[in-house]
């Protein structure tokens, strides 16, 4: 996350293929939206009306992104420039630091306080997440996770502790969240023409 006086440079300084890997990344976050949406709505006919625990989707979704990430560790290593053979150098030391023990651990200020409070705060965002799209629609999840990017982008630029030296957002980063956040009121404003029979078909039984 951008945060301290680097922030400004660091928007400048972003290449196309950091930006177009970004742009990436939310495509892929917005068709998992609508997976989970599917499933929503296909478990209201599987379960014969019965509500889908929010955090059996959340543990499952969860348990997959470690298996994903566990199977891209080799590339991941390699983009971060760490050799794959110090990986587990380097997860060790990271456990270190989390946990804040050790004599060599340093800019580990706040753990376990702080990475513990993160990992809270992200399951309570995930679950949110879930919980809008189960009342609302994809969409609408999709639209409140983008606008909360630049938000919290924005509040990791404020003189916050542990954070540095705050700084001022470029102007470009500026008007692109004016007219996010103007996209996501014209949308909740615009009067929903959607009939309350067009669902989206369920997958086939096996």
């Not at 609508?34 to 709505?41: D, G, H, L, R, S």
């Not at 019965?50 to 997959?64: K, T």
């Not at 760490?82 to 150098?89: A, T, V």
Request: with cysteine.
């Amino acid at each position: 996350m951008f945060s301290g006086s680097g922030a400004a440079h660091s928007f400048k300084d972003a290449g196309i293929f950091w930006s177009l890997l970004m742009v990436l990344s939310f495509m892929l976050q917005g068709a998992d939206t609508v997976m989970k949406e599917i499933i929503f709505i296909d478990s209201k006919k599987r379960l014969k009306g019965a509500s889908l625990d929010l955090f059996v989707v959340n543990s499952y979704g969860s348990i997959f992104q470690v298996i994903c990430i566990a199977l891209l560790l080799p590339f991941l290593s390699k983009l971060w420039g760490i050799p794959f053979n110090q990986l587990p150098s380097y997860l060790r030391d990271g456990g270190a630091c989390f946990l804040n023990i050790g004599a060599k651990t340093t800019g580990c200020e706040g753990a376990p306080l702080l990475p513990i409070m993160f990992v809270m705060m992200n399951m309570a965002y995930n679950i949110s997440l879930l919980r809008l799209i189960k009342i609302s629609s994809a969409v609408v999840s999709s639209l409140a996770s983008t606008v909360s990017v630049p938000i919290a982008v924005y509040f990791f630029t404020l003189p916050l502790p542990y954070l540095g030296v705050a700084s001022s957002l470029p102007t470009g980063f500026v008007a692109g969240t004016v007219i996010l956040v103007l996209g996501m009121l014209l949308y909740a404003w615009t009067p929903s023409s959607q009939t309350p029979d067009s669902v989206i078909p369920s997958p086939p039984s096996t």
